[in-house]
């Protein structure tokens, strides 16, 4: 046991004597949902240069490390995939587009836009952070996409509107849980449930925002068949 210590010993000292250093140099600044303190927080991007030390004193370079991105707030350093993750403003605002857009979609779909159709589009995107949208202001917008696009009211799913609908989801669907990216095809479900059943064009429309939200093929049915269930 006595080498053992003995072995040990020396490791220790050796490492006192014995170790390395990162210099950072900041390349970049903006601003991240920070990982660990769970919000939005400003960030710099660093690279580093290692350097060998000998009782602290930079000797030799080990090569270079980094980029890592440095929270401002708790000075944690977090892979540069930290950056993929919108901040919470930007969540807001692709999550509330995503939900305009779909009722947009849904509602040209659905034929001439129904009052029940356009009421329960516009409490949906109220709800999702346009505190001023109207029936009316939805009707004009869906009429006004009808005229720019030549698209007919309840034509199936053209390819400009499944391109829209991926604009929208595609982005989104990545930070959201499952049931967030249900709840987004059910609120489109309801607007086209709310002035009667299905048509084809609008079941084909709510499986393309079933598949721009990666839900299964089975997912989108069963959710489907759950909005026309009353709650």
């Given at each position: 046991?006595?080498?053992?210590?003995?072995?040990?010993?020396?490791?220790?000292?050796?490492?006192?004597?014995?170790?390395?250093?990162?210099?950072?140099?900041?390349?970049?600044?903006?601003?991240?949902?920070?990982?660990?303190?769970?919000?939005?927080?400003?960030?710099?991007?660093?690279?580093?240069?290692?350097?060998?030390?000998?009782?602290?004193?930079?000797?030799?370079?080990?090569?270079?490390?980094?980029?890592?991105?440095?929270?401002?707030?708790?000075?944690?350093?977090?892979?540069?995939?930290?950056?993929d993750h919108p901040t919470t403003t930007r969540f807001s605002a692709m999550l509330r587009d995503a939900v305009h857009?779909?009722?947009?979609?849904?509602?040209?779909?659905?034929?001439?836009?129904?009052?029940?159709?356009?009421?329960?589009?516009?409490?949906?995107?109220?709800?999702?952070?346009?505190?001023?949208?109207?029936?009316?202001?939805?009707?004009?917008?869906?009429?006004?996409?009808?005229?720019?696009?030549?698209?007919?009211?309840?034509?199936?799913?053209?390819?400009?509107l499944a391109i829209e609908l991926h604009e929208a989801l595609d982005p989104l669907a990545p930070h959201l849980a499952?049931?967030?990216?249900?709840?987004?095809?059910?609120?489109?479900?309801?607007?086209?449930?709310?002035?009667?059943?299905?048509?084809?064009?609008?079941?084909?429309?709510?499986?393309?925002?079933?598949?721009?939200?990666?839900?299964?093929?089975?997912?989108?049915?069963?959710?489907?068949?759950?909005?026309?269930?009353?709650?």
């Amino acid at each position: 046991m006595l080498p053992e210590r003995g072995r040990d010993g020396r490791a220790s000292g050796l490492a006192r004597v014995l170790g390395h250093r990162t210099a950072w140099t900041p390349v970049g600044d903006g601003e991240f949902f920070c990982p660990g303190c769970g919000g939005d927080r400003n960030y710099q991007r660093l690279t580093g240069r290692r350097r060998f030390t000998v009782l602290g004193v930079p000797v030799l370079p080990r090569g270079g490390t980094g980029p890592v991105v440095e929270c401002a707030a708790c000075r944690r350093h977090f892979g540069t995939d930290a950056l993929d993750h919108p901040t919470t403003t930007r969540f807001s605002a692709m999550l509330r587009d995503a939900v305009h857009t779909v009722a947009l979609a849904v509602l040209s779909a659905s034929g001439p836009c129904a009052r029940t159709s356009l009421e329960t589009a516009a409490v949906a995107v109220r709800a999702a952070g346009f505190p001023d949208c109207t029936r009316e202001q939805l009707a004009a917008l869906v009429d006004a996409l009808a005229a720019d696009t030549g698209r007919v009211h309840g034509e199936p799913c053209t390819p400009g509107l499944a391109i829209e609908l991926h604009e929208a989801l595609d982005p989104l669907a990545p930070h959201l849980a499952a049931a967030g990216r249900e709840s987004i095809l059910l609120q489109g479900a309801r607007i086209a449930l709310a002035d009667g059943p299905y048509t084809s064009a609008e079941r084909e429309v709510l499986a393309t925002v079933g598949t721009a939200l990666t839900l299964h093929a089975d997912d989108v049915t069963r959710l489907l068949a759950a909005a026309r269930t009353p709650s």
